[in-house]
């Protein structure tokens, strides 16, 4: 069975850092595309961060490009989000998702088959 387990998720004053970590189990996705969401309370889920098999050329969100980096180990079955800079604005639960199959836009939501239950980050003013 399919399982994502997202951590790495706390508090963190404005400005800090923090690392989330995904790992997945069931199976290998070494060659599955991968990404992040977020989703503070009463907005609707949110596009963070993708990256495909290769690891190469990860794409972001336009509030996210510059200050989080996505990487992956293949080998761990895992993937990374390194968020810099953080702001108070980038509070929200941080879910890790998979793409099986085919896709078109892995800025969507929909083109992922299993998510992880998220991971709460918060960012103090």
């Known amino acids: 069975q399919v399982q994502l387990v997202e951590s790495g998720g706390g508090l963190v004053q404005a400005g800090g850092s923090l690392r989330l970590s995904c790992a997945a189990s069931?199976?290998?996705?070494?060659?599955?595309?991968m990404g992040w969401f977020r989703q503070a309370p009463g907005k609707e889920r949110e596009f963070v961060a993708a990256i495909t098999g290769s690891g190469i050329n990860p794409l972001y969100g336009d509030s996210m490009r510059g200050r989080f980096t996505m990487s992956r180990d293949n080998a761990k079955n895992t993937v990374y989000l390194q968020m810099n800079s953080l702001k108070p604005d980038d509070t929200a639960v941080y879910y890790c998702a998979v793409v099986i199959g085919l896709y078109s836009d892995l800025s969507r939501a929909d083109q992922y088959s299993y998510w992880g239950q998220g991971t709460q980050v918060t960012v103090s003013s």
């Open positions: 069931g199976r290998t996705f070494a060659m599955n595309p």
